[in-house]
């Protein structure tokens, strides 16, 4: 007896001195434990009942009981409940359980008269639940109190009156399975939809009870969710970032040719336009698809990674698609897919630039080569290595690439490039200050995701990277121009236009110069029509609306996701399986910084971005 006692003792470990427990138990239970929440879901493993259990092990706490040797569960129960009673002051414990096969109804077994505003709290937001489409039935809460606050077909873990003398508490939560049929046969996408829902309600009413009953100085619900990253996870996340990193997707979509297509357009008076050749595919798109889709996202338990780990899925796939269908029509169908339309906002704000910002035509000689940018660059990557000495990268100076870019955080430079020191420090933030930087800080999560980019990363990318540019007074006229320009030249192509009218929309109406105007269209139709080109112009505009409501731009850098992913970014930052930036960019330590940013919080106009010198 004192043996497993002991026993029983070590698995929790000292709470003072480890933050979790996680280990496999005897006789079929498995213990996930955090020591610095006040809270345990406790699941009895039954036949058939896949989808439950896989409801409890959503949490940050859970404990699946075997299905023998209920007293050795017992005690690891009680003892859990003491020590943490003792901690915080008080505990609380949630049993789930599936009800019976035609049950509509959440059934809570608690003591409503000690928790009325949290059980409330649990009613209420269960009853938002959604039912599976095409069903007439709502899903209804109701609380019962209970002696017996376990599922009533088992034993009890607790009399009242030891849970009481612990300090605990102890709900049942009986679930009806909308989620199977009469057979146990799952829908799996309404399960994952049920899954999501309940879990946020749950972790909505348990934060009013740590809140008000206990010592906890948790804050959000959101910190109540899976903290430990499964095996299994970590595996999707590294075949997801090895399929992605066994292509390069703007290298490959990049014409090799385009030096020569710009000579022969402009020896033609504009009216010879060269077949793009691009670098020969190093993969095969339908086998790297085989591997996609044999990845089992759906079995992720985890809401916010799952979301996120089948959008990002779903866009490798239409890169795929793009890959293989270079040069043609479809090429563009899943362009306009992967970076969607242009919107009538953004159509507006592109028109407002040109229109109140006109071309810059005495411009600085430009005196930087591309030997010159990449010792500018150097400089930079120095900073971030006195930041963190792990920090490395490449730079390589290139004859086929016809833009600087970064490609999987190291820089290429066309050979042929120069600039103006304006133009090359605003480049600097853009591609090594923001792109090269986010790439780094998400290499040190632990989903490897974060370097790689979540779905639909591109918009916020871009953003911040003009947004950089402006914050260190780098931002032109002209550059706002080439921005508002490739919305126009999207626009242009959704409509149907050509190259050379595009190409005459540029430079006759908007009085682009003629390499302004052409590098603008031959991004526009590299690939066979590629909309990535309007993304900056969205990220930047959907960015000066979150710096407007105060959002926190050194939030932004800790990886590559976009702005829709905020509230799961801070989900899983909350949960501590994300982490802060690690290095952060030259300028926040500018003296102008401040009151460029407070410029924009004060609402300053798209179209005044570029003539903040004065600051």
Known sequence: MEKEKAEIRNLIGNLHT?????????????????????????????????????????????????????????????????????RFGSYIIVELYSGPAQSKSFIIRGPTHKLSVSLQVLCNELQKIETPKNEDYVLEAKTIHTKDRGNPSNKQFFSIEKIKSFGGTFIGLEIPPV???????????????????????????VLEFIRV???????????????????????????????????????????????????????????????????????????????????????????????????????????????KDRDSKQFFYNSLRLYKNVSPKILK???????????????????????????????????????????????????????????QGELYIPSDYIFTRKEAAALIQHEVGTHILTFYNGSQQPLSQLSQGLAGYDSLQEGLAVLAEYLIGGLTGNRLRIIAGRVIAGEALLKGAHFKDIFDLLYHSYSFSKEAAFNITSRIFQGGGFLKDTVYLKGLVKLLEYIRENGNIEFLLSGKFSLEHIHLIKDLTEREILKPALIKPKYIEGESFKKRLNALKNGLPLSQMATMDSL
């Open 18 to 86: 480890k933050k979790r427990s996680i280990r496999k138990l005897k006789y079929g239970g498995y213990l996930c434990f955090e020591h610095n929440i006040p809270f345990l879901i406790i699941y009895r493993n039954v036949p058939d009942d896949a989808q439950t259990i896989r409801l409890a092990r959503t949490n940050a706490s859970y404990l699946i009981i075997g299905k023998s040797h209920f007293y050795y569960f017992h005690k690891i129960v009680n003892l859990i409940t003491q020590a943490m009673s003792e």
């Open 179 to 205: 989620y199977r049929n009469k057979e146990g046969e799952s829908y799996p996408l309404y399960f994952k939809r049920f899954r999501d829902q309940f879990s946020e309600a749950l972790h909505k009413a």
């Open 213 to 323: 009953q206990t010592s906890s100085d948790l804050k959000s619900y959101m910190a109540l969710g899976k903290r430990k990253i499964d095996d299994d996870l970590f595996k999707i996340d590294k075949m997801l970032t090895e399929i992605e990193n066994s292509y390069q997707f703007l290298l490959l979509v990049a014409p090799v040719n385009i030096q020569y297509v710009r000579e022969e357009f402009f020896k033609t008076s504009f009216n010879k336009v060269s077949a793009f050749h691009y670098r020969l595919l190093p993969i095969d798109p339908d086998l790297l698809k085989r591997r996609l889709y044999n990845l089992h996202i759906e079995q992720i338990d985890d809401p916010v990674l799952s979301f996120l780990f089948e959008e990002k899925r779903e866009e490798i796939d239409l890169e795929l698609s793009m890959l």
């Open 349 to 407: 704000q592109a028109q407002s630039v040109l229109e109140n910002i006109p071309e810059e035509k005495d411009l600085p000689p430009k005196q930087m080569d591309a030997q010159s940018f990449a010792r500018l660059a150097e400089q930079e990557f120095s900073y971030f290595h006195h930041q963190s000495s792990d920090f490395k990268s490449k730079i390589h100076i290139r004859n086929d690439v016809n833009v600087i870019m970064v490609s």
